[in-house]
């Protein structure tokens, strides 16, 4: 290298670019691409849901017509049937897929919030503040989940916003024990020294030099929590103690489909398929990611 | 040498199949191991070497094939072998021997269980033979008390009786070929040389093939009968211990020797040579010679054009070396008389240490405790630590691990807070001091090079922006045009292109980050830095230029240097003063020249003794210590060394604290012995005749 290249100024690389890179690792395992895949569908129906030609979710047409029949007024077809009370599955199924995606997320980003500081500051700070984190932790963990969530909701009652606090409370001491340890672990490298001797504050070492550093880990872990909060709300609205009716959601279709039996059985099937194609899809894709960060 | 080889390599080429494709591993890789005869391979990271002993093995892992050549053993070809016969040529004839002895025990067998099984499963022997021979075999790796060490488990043993265990397991299983993969690298210097020792007996007692693969060229030469220097996957040189240590040919085995500090080398009169670049990576390799890129003789058009065989150098002796322009090559004219460097002018105290305490204590909850009333023990990790740090002056303190120098570095940086004493820097009390309680321009004043180049990077975050968030804390420089400007300038004192400012710390290698790291110590203008084994974890060539930059650093900016480390060769090259280190104590200290000569103090002389040294000329005194390093929890009561002193007095070593006494302005020796004796003692090092002679 000469030296008029050595003082010139380099330019930054583009980010775009490592965004890319990182796509195109994906490609390496199909089990994963096949997951993104499965959850990138449902994505997507729950974002143009309102721009698809579909039925009205709570309109009422003639009761458990079977798949593909034609509409009484002849305005269109029922894709996939209609329900005990006449309403369009199809339109159900992709609306409720907004409906659990959006409850989902909000609930695992609360979780995630309060599990990660919790863990970063029992990790790092460790002595009598982890012993308070940790025993918290260890209380809540010791409840069967879903006893936990039933005492929840049957103190605050059945809404949104109770879900969120329920998933909140039983997913974020266990993300709060993973970020924990990684951070346990973290704390003994040499950058942290660096940062201990140039004086930096506690936050700042732990937000910005330790917390990076745990994502890889944290990612695949998102991953499959949220495949485990979309069946934790899923069986909440199939206990009743869900979203209130009448709005479209997948545990809540099953629940009322329960009674029908086989006599219409596609009423059950498709939610029922449609939740087990999304939470597949979150697990095959913590899979791959895993395998994928695992190779070098 | 009429006897049957043990092995016989025939151009064996190794490939690994990655993301890039097939890699080339090891290319035409050949060798003879005679019965009693130990090889060397020695080479840096990621040349082939450990793939060679794995190979041998037939042992390549889910992504390795050998592509070609044949392993002979005994006459046998490996790859012929059924997996049945594999494993049993595996388990009772040939025997491996790793560098973490802890991972090659089973920790929950005990170590009667996992010695009594060899000769129990390969020759069918009854529980009462295989127990005789265990316990003589224990005997025969010196180890103290075979019948206590029989029934203990791995974690009760320290790593040096661990790593004699494994050897014990390979000579049990009667072995006739050892392979010994860098050994000793995760053991003390003293425990070394113990094992090196050892090491070279059994091949004389047993008459047992070895294969030693180590990056220390000191080591091999200790141990060896014949070498083989591997660069890149080639074998670049291979010849007996004399003749390539007194006669290096290739232009990457003389580069290597420029880069090691030998005990006659000194930093200002003769600077170590490093050789310039990097390793190529496998996929990157050059067209003709790897080291065409590093090479001094490099002539574009015939050393970049075809593959260049290994070729005899002359026709009586097996000496061989892999360059195409060997015969032109006049070493000894293109050695430039070594470029002198100005001794500094060491200026006033910077740092003074005072009878320096820290204890860590230990809380016991037991109920014995508690009735004894012994609720709280102590690690003594530093005892009266006292010495002084200039202006532009290299301290070294040196010490093995336990010694207590990594706890000294962290009461100095603030990490710990002392328990007595006083610690000064520039006059200012900083021993109690944490280092969120001290002034930013006394942490900027006090910065750290850290050990390993793997950690020391925040890998989430790119380079550029690392080194610019010290400047702002040290200088509160908000600017971001100027901060940027100010890390180039930086980027450019460390040697490193402008363009590293964006690259991410995987992108870089150990001593591109090593140096990163010094140039994040070097930003706020400190007037001392603690730099802790800064290159332990560098291979040789790059090791050497790290080093030199370290000191062209100093020398601009007159910064106190506490170099901490365990090697005695870089020390004695570097260091202006010593302290040595044993225990928490201070066993010696003066200047580097009074500490490498006598009166020693007898640790001082155990350690010297230990360094392996690759200088073929120069002669050192064998002293092997027996015994372990005390734990700092239960150290001895009077001498800390006395336990495993060769000039052990008797009582008074082991009752009482020996006296520091002044031997010369400015040397102390901590020792009971009289000075008047110690100055009888001989110097470990002496140097033959020192005119090399050319081929």
Known sequence: MTDSQAQSTPAMPSRFMGLLRGIALMRESWFGMFGAALVLFWVIMAIIAPLLPLYDPLQSFTTLEPIGTEA???????????????????????????????????AIVCAYIVGVTMGVIAGYLGGWIDDIVSFAANVLISFPVLVLYVLIIAFLGASGVNIVIAVTFTTAPIVMRIVRGLIMDLRTRDYVAAAQTRGESAWY???????????????????????????????????????????????????????????????????????????????????????????? | MAEEPVLECRNLSISYYTRQGEIPAVIDFSCTVHPGETIGIVGESGCGKSTVAMALMQHMGTNGAIVGGQVLFKGRDMAELSAEELRRVRGSEVAMIYQEPFASLNPSMKIRNQLMEIPMIHEQATEAEARERALQILADVQLPDPQRVME????????????????????????????????????????????????????????????????????????????????????????????????????????????????????????????????????????????GPRCDFFKAGRCDRDVIPLERILEDRGHYARCIRLKEIDHDAAAAP?????????????????RLQKYYPIYD??????????????????????????????????GESGCGKSTFAKVLMGLETATGGSLKLEETEIGYQPVRKRPPERISALQMVFQNPFDTLNPSHRVGPQIARVIERF????????????????????????????????????GQKQRVGIARAFAGNPAMVVADEPVSALDVSVAAAVTELLMDIQRESHTTLLFISHDLSTVRYLSDSVVVMYLGWIMERGKTSDVFSPPYNPYTEALLSAVPIADPNIRKREIVLEGNLPSVMNPPKGCPFSTRCPRHLGAICDNEPPPEREVAPGHSITCHIPVEDLKKVEPVFSFGDKTKTGT
């Open chain 1, 72 to 106: 009484f007024d002849g305005s269109g077809t029922h894709w996939l049937g209609t329900d005990n009370r006449g309403r369009d599955v199809l339109s159900r199924v992709i609306w409720g897929s907004q409906r659990v995606l959006i409850w989902a997320s909000i």
């Open chain 2, 338 to 354: 070594p470029e002198q460097k100005e001794p500094m002018e060491i200026g006033e105290t910077v740092l003074s240490v005072d």
């Open chain 1, 205 to 296: 070492i732990m937000f910005v030099e330790l917390l990076p550093n745990a994502r890889g880990p944290l990612i695949v872990d998102l991953c499959l929590r949220f495949g485990y909060t979309v069946v934790a709300i899923a069986t909440l609205s199939f206990l009743g103690l869900g979203l209130p009716p009448p709005d479209p959601d997948w545990g809540l279709m099953i629940r009322e489909a329960v009674p029908l039996g086989t006599y219409a059985g596609h009423v059950m099937l498709v939610p029922a398929l449609a939740l087990s194609t999304l939470i597949l899809g979150f697990n095959m894709m913590a899979d791959g990611l895993r395998e994928i960060s695992l190779r070098d």
């Open chain 2, 475 to 510: 200088t509160g420089m908000r600017n971001k045009r100027q901060l940027r400007d100010k890390v180039f300038e930086l980027l450019d004192i460390v040697k490193l292109p402008r363009d590293f400012y964006y690259r991410r710390p995987r992108q870089l290698s150990g």
């Open chain 2, 365 to 398: 909850y037991s109920i014995k405790g508690i009735l004894k009333g012994e609720r709280v023990r102590y690690v003594k990790a530093n005892e009266s630590l006292s010495f002084t740090a200039h202006r532009a002056e290299t301290v070294a303190i040196v």
């Open chain 2, 152 to 291: 203990a488990y791995p974690h009760q043993l320290s790593g040096g009786q661990q790593q004699r265990v494994v050897i014990a397991m390979g000579l049990l299983a009667n072995a006739s070929l050892l392979v010994l993969d860098e050994p000793t690298t995760a053991l003390d210097v003293t425990v070394e040389a113990g094992i090196i020792k050892l090491i070279a007996d059994i091949s004389r007692k047993f008459n047992t093939a070895q294969i030693y693969i180590s990056h220390n060229l000191g080591l091999i030469r200790e141990t060896c009968d014949r070498v083989f220097v591997m660069y890149s996957g080639e074998v670049v040189e291979e010849g007996t211990i004399d003749d390539l240590f007194q006669h290096p040919q290739h232009p990457y085995t003389h580069g290597l020797f420029g880069c090691i500090a030998t005990p006659s080398m000194d930093k200002n009169a003769t600077p170590l040579k490093p050789i310039r670049g990097q390793l190529p990576l496998p996929h990157e390799r050059p067209q003709g010679c790897n080291f």
